[in-house]
């Protein structure tokens, strides 16, 4: 629905469902960090953070998708074109991670890695639609 001109865009219970995947997602990667529960190998966990990070955030856009309290997977396939970018810019970055190593300062992982990280940073979907359950 459109929006008065002095009002704002975003709501407080968004402000709150922002604030909280941010912090979810601070957490897990300072976890990785100081516990390295991935058990990424010392000379890949820059590699590993840089690409939990980046997964993080394209996970996260598909919770950006319903501002409301409608579930993500209602309309997933309702968008083409955001699947097909979404889909673009995984392959990049498996591309950048693993043979990029020259210009991004990157290092290989492997697929069991690859794995432990898409699982991780998917779980930011999850988080937010347990939200929802609760926020309802």
């Known amino acids: ?4 001109r002095g009002e704002s865009i975003i ?4 402000i709150v469902r922002i604030v909280a995947t941010g912090g979810y997602m601070s ?4 976890a990785q960090y100081v516990f390295n529960f991935l058990n990424a190998p010392s000379y890949q966990m820059h590699t590993v953070l840089f690409t939990l990070f980046v997964l993080f955030q394209l996970f996260n856009a ?3 998708r319903e501002l409301d309290r409608t579930p993500m ?6 968008n083409k074109l955001m699947l097909g970018i979404f889909l673009l810019v995984l392959i990049l970055q498996i591309i950048i991670t693993q043979a990029g190593g020259a210009v991004f300062e990157t290092v290989p992982l492997s697929v069991g890695l ?3 990280i898409l699982g991780v940073s998917c779980s ?3 988080l937010d639609e347990i939200w929802k359950l609760f926020e309802k």
């Open 124 to 126: 930011v979907i999850v």
């Open 1 to 4: 629905r459109p929006v008065k």
């Open 73 to 78: 997977y209602k309309n997933l396939l309702n």
């Open 27 to 30: 957490f897990v990667f300072l």
């Open 114 to 116: 690859w794995c432990k």
């Open 11 to 14: 709501s407080g219970p968004m």
């Open 62 to 64: 598909f919770n950006c």
